[in-house]
């Protein structure tokens, strides 16, 4: 879509600017990751409640941000829509996001919750043949 430049024609366009803003909250996100979760995934020590949440966070921007321009790029009803109520559902999705990352954040904390069968043997949610026998 060329706009030639045209700010009022760009302005005609609130999918157009709603998507842009995705565009620019995908970006500023993913400089986040790099500088910010990046270094903390690569480091080999566990990793503080702080850093848990504020990576589970980046995460949800990022899932609901993809998700949120795919949607407005697919959803031809929203062409009808100003670009407030637009970019008050982007806003919205994204709190969603954000408060179901904090809220399974903790859940996180665990290594079980991540697949790790050999964290805790003996664990009663593991089948007999892989608890430890004690001696």
């Known amino acids: 879509m060329d706009v030639g430049g045209n700010l009022a024609v760009l302005a005609e366009r609130p999918k157009l600017i709603a998507k842009l803003v ?3 909250v995908l970006t500023i996100n993913g400089l986040a990751l790099y500088l910010y979760a990046m270094p903390r995934i690569t480091a080999q020590r566990p990793l ?3 850093e848990r949440y504020g990576m589970a966070v980046l995460g949800a921007v990022s899932t609901a941000s993809w998700l ?3 949607f407005i790029g697919a959803g031809r009803p929203l062409a009808a829509w100003p670009l407030g109520h ?3 559902l982007y806003a919205a999705v994204l709190l969603a996001a954000c408060a179901m990352a904090l809220v399974l954040c903790p859940a996180l904390r665990s290594p079980r919750a991540i697949g790790h069968r050999d964290a805790d043997p003996g664990h009663p949610a593991d089948p007999p043949d892989a608890q430890a026998v004690p001696h």
């Open 22 to 24: 995705c565009v620019l």
């Open 48 to 50: 503080a409640a702080a």
């Open 68 to 70: 949120m321009a795919a």
């Open 86 to 88: 637009v970019l008050g």
